[in-house]
């Protein structure tokens, strides 16, 4: 699992430690992994140009230190400082004393300069990078220099992944102590680049469970069902789906694609594509509806392709098993609804659907990911995956950690990779799961099996995707 922590709770985890520690540790110790990080992205330190970016705080220092280290190396390190009376007085007499300089020429040192540590902003940083930095940060992201982020790409913010303004984009990011929320979250995380921790001995001091925690394959092959000897189709689950029109016969077909590869022991399709469904599963049991007469299931799906139909919606949330609500069912929403069923709902909407629910606009909710998610599951008292760039995954109870899908990949944005995506996390909640689970394991399912349908950069169909969903199940239970 990576856990992420804001700003706040890790300035406290950093007050405790450093108090039991000489002073000037922890700097020392982030600037030593800052400078090895460094060293490997440059394969040859002795000669090498690093320019570092000092802003007027710690950040700044780390950039500082790391800079002392490199020029001790052999390196040729040059300091553009900010705001050069409030630059880390420590960290500029260490880079003194190890032959390193300050720039004359910011600009003709960042020309041809083989590396920029960008130590503007880290967790201090407020809004988008300040005018006077701005030229500095296009002059190094035109250079042909290989940019590492201290801490934090500067100009986006900490906690929440909002980018308000211009920021500096890296090729690497190297962060301290823990993951900061904006790291894993767009638009900040495509600022990141690859991002690497650095332990400086945070971890007995930080909350646990954190805000944000992103899942990795150890955790998903812990939560996935496995029949047991006692299974039979029932007793693994049965996923109800409530898909497709006479409009939209293929959301239905790709939603049971996907329910088919999630674990439960049976999919019950109900609705009017019941004959394109069939054709493509014949093991798919099928019933013209109403579902509450199509017999038994251990969850529902409803939405994909179904057009305009509230009545089924509703009678689907009357029902006392989990419900997963995407695509057309979001839309006749009520979340007084939602919020008096006695089982789990699991929404999920797209930006645009997120956005209809709570009524902003969806460039609000693409520039605010972590807030909007955080602000439907409070409203509609459910579990919600808000599926995009980055997919997030938030409980009803505010303290449960949201989880970000880190195996993503543009390549699923395809028409019909949602409904797949639906079907497969219905499934999971049939056989077992909770809604936060069955969510998250969905996710990380269907994006790795994205880029393994995708290979080098192939466009795949949401079929492809659906087929790849059984191999990347077996790679997430044995990998290598
Ligand atoms: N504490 C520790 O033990 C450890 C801390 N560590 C490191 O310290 C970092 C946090 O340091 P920090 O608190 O000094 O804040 P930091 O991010 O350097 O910047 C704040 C300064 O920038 C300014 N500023 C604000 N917004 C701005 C903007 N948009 N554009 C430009 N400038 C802006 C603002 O100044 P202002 O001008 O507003 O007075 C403020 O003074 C952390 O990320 C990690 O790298 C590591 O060494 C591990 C041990
Ligand atoms: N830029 C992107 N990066 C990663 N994943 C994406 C991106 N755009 C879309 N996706 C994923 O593709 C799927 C698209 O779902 P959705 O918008 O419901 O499409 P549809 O309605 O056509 O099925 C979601 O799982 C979403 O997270
Ligand atoms: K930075």
Redesign the pocket.
């Known amino acids: 699992m990576r856990s992420a922590h804001h700003a706040e709770t890790v300035r406290h985890a950093e007050a405790e430690l450093m108090a039991r520690l000489p002073e000037g540790t922890l700097m020392r110790r982030a600037a030593a992994g800052l400078a090895a990080v460094c060293a490997d992205l440059l394969g040859r330190v002795y000669g090498a140009r690093v320019v570092l970016l000092v802003g007027s705080g710690d950040n700044g220092g780390d950039a500082l230190y790391a800079g002392a280290l490199l020029a001790r190396r052999g390196a040729g390190v040059s300091a553009v400082p900010l705001a050069p009376g409030r630059t880390h007085a420590g960290g500029l007499a260490a880079l003194t004393g190890a032959g390193g300089r300050v720039a004359d020429d910011p600009f003709a040192v960042l020309a041809t300069a083989d590396l920029v540590l960008d130590g503007i902003t880290g967790i201090g940083g407020r809004g988008g990078l300040r005018p006077d930095a701005v030229p500095l940060a296009r002059a190094a992201r035109g250079s042909d220099a290989v940019i590492v982020a201290v801490d934090l790409p500067s100009g986006t913010e900490a906690d929440s992944g909002e980018v308000r303004g211009e920021a500096l984009r890296a090729d690497a990011t190297v962060t301290f102590g823990t993951y900061k929320p904006g790291l894993l979250i767009d638009p900040a995380h495509t600022y990141a680049g690859t991002v690497r921790l650095v332990d400086i001995g945070l971890g007995p001091y930080l909350p646990d469970p954190p805000p944000l925690e992103a899942l990795q394959h150890q955790d998903v092959a812990r939560l996935l069902p496995e029949p047991s000897g006692e299974s039979d189709k029932y007793r693994r689950g049965v996923v109800g789906i409530v898909a497709g029109s006479a409009r939209y016969p293929g959301?239905a077909v790709?939603a049971v694609a996907g329910a088919l590869r999630g674990g439960a022991g049976a999919v019950r399709y109900v609705g009017h594509a019941a004959d394109a469904v069939i054709a493509r599963f014949p093991e798919a049991l099928v019933h013209s509806g109403p579902p509450a007469r199509a017999g038994q299931v251990q969850a529902w799906v409803v939405g994909?392709g179904l057009g305009d139909d509230p009545d089924v919606v509703r009678e689907v949330l009357e029902s006392r098993v989990p419900v997963l609500v995407?695509?057309d069912g979001l839309r006749p929403l009520d979340p007084a609804t939602v919020r008096d069923r006695g089982a789990a709902t699991l929404l999920?909407p797209?930006a645009g659907e997120a956005a209809a629910l709570l009524g902003v606009s969806r460039g609000r909710v693409e520039a605010a990911r972590l807030a909007s998610v955080r602000e439907l599951a409070a409203r509609f008292g459910a579990t919600v995956l808000l599926?995009?760039?980055?997919?997030l995954v938030a409980s009803p109870d505010g303290s449960v950690p949201v989880r970000v899908?880190p195996m993503?990949?543009?390549?699923?944005?395809?028409?019909?990779?949602?409904?797949?995506?639906?079907g497969l996390a219905g499934s999971l909640l049939a056989a077992g799961l909770g809604a936060a689970d069955a969510g998250a394991v969905a996710?990380y399912l269907?994006?790795l099996a994205?880029r393994d349908a995708a290979g080098r950069g192939v466009p795949v169909t949401?079929f492809e995707v659906a087929d790849a969903v059984g191999g990347a199940w077996g790679r997430v239970r044995s990998p290598g």
């Not at 395809?414 to 639906?422: E, F, H, R």
């Open positions: 959301a790709l994909p995407d695509a999920t797209h599926k995009g760039s980055t997919t899908n993503g990949t543009p390549w699923l944005a395809t028409a019909g990779s949602g409904d797949v995506l639906s996710a269907h994006g994205g949401s």
